[in-house]
T-cell receptor, first 112, second 112 residues
C-alpha cells in the first residue's frame, strides 16, 4: 500500500474558507512534500518540509509535520476557486532518498 | 524555459508492440523518475535514477525498462505492453533525490 495516505479523499468548501487536508505515512522520512494537480495535468510542487522542521509557511499555505505521529497537514487559508485541484503528499524514505511515495490525494473543490 | 518534456503526449497501441516514451529535462538535474497514475489513485513510482548510468526500481517496475545514458534523458520502455499498463505516465526531475520534483505534462497511454 502507499506510504502516504491523505484524508479526506474529497473536500468541498466555499470561497474564503480554510481547507485542511492530512497525510499519514508509515516509515521514517527525510522530508515530506505537498503537490497540486489540476485535472490530469502534471503535478506542481507546493512546499517541502524536512523531518527536523515542525511547521512551514508559504503564502496562504501552512504545513505542519509531526514525526512522532508520522503525519502532516496542509492548510490553505482564504481559499479561492482557483485552488480547486487534487493535492498529494509525497515522502522520501530516510533509507533511500530517491524512492518517492505519493498518497492517493485529496480532491478539493472551492465553490465561488 | 526550464521544463520537463515528454513525448508522445497521447498514444494508443496494441498488446505486445514495443514502445518508448521519451523524457527530457533542460535543468541539469541529477535525479529523474517515472510514475504512473491510475484513476482515483496517487502516483506510483516505476523507476528512478539518481545519476547517469544509475537506475533503481520503484514500487511498480514490472513490465518496464529505463536507461540513463545521459543526464538530460530518461526514456521509459515497454517491451511488450499489456492492457494493464494503460495509464497516465509522468516523468519528473529534481536537482537531486529527495528534493522538489518538476513534472512533465504526462503521457496518456492506452494499450488495446
Amino acid at each position: 500500500s502507499q506510504q502516504g495516505e491523505e484524508d479526506p479523499q474529497a473536500l468541498s468548501i466555499q470561497e474564503g474558507e480554510n481547507a485542511t487536508m492530512n497525510c499519514s505515512y508509515k516509515t521514517s522520512i527525510n522530508n515530506l512534500q505537498w503537490y497540486r494537480q489540476n485535472s490530469g495535468r502534471g503535478l506542481v510542487h507546493l512546499i517541502l518540509i524536512r523531518s527536523n522542521e515542525r511547521e512551514k509557511h508559504s503564502g496562504r499555505l501552512r504545513v505542519t509535520l509531526d514525526t512522532s505521529k508520522k503525519s502532516s497537514s496542509l492548510l490553505i487559508t482564504a481559499s479561492r476557486a482557483a485552488d480547486t485541484a487534487s493535492y498529494f503528499c509525497a515522502t522520501d524514505a530516510r533509507a533511500n532518498a530517491g524512492k518517492s511515495t505519493f498518497g492517493d490525494g485529496t480532491t478539493l473543490t472551492v465553490k465561488p | 524555459e526550464a521544463q520537463v518534456t515528454q513525448n508522445p503526449r497521447y498514444l494508443i497501441t496494441v498488446t505486445g508492440k514495443k514502445l518508448t516514451v521519451t523524457c527530457s529535462q533542460n535543468m541539469n538535474h541529477e535525479y529523474m523518475s517515472w510514475y504512473r497514475q491510475d484513476p482515483g489513485l496517487g502516483l506510483r513510482q516505476i523507476y528512478y535514477s539518481m545519476n547517469v548510468e544509475v537506475t533503481d526500481k520503484g514500487d511498480v517496475p514490472e513490465g518496464y525498462k529505463v536507461s540513463r545514458k545521459e543526464k538530460r534523458n530518461f526514456p521509459l520502455i515497454l517491451e511488450s505492453p499489456s492492457p494493464n499498463q494503460t495509464s497516465l505516465y509522468f516523468c519528473a526531475s529534481s536537482i537531486w533525490g529527495g528534493n522538489e520534483q518538476f513534472f512533465g505534462p504526462g503521457t496518456r497511454l492506452t494499450v488495446l
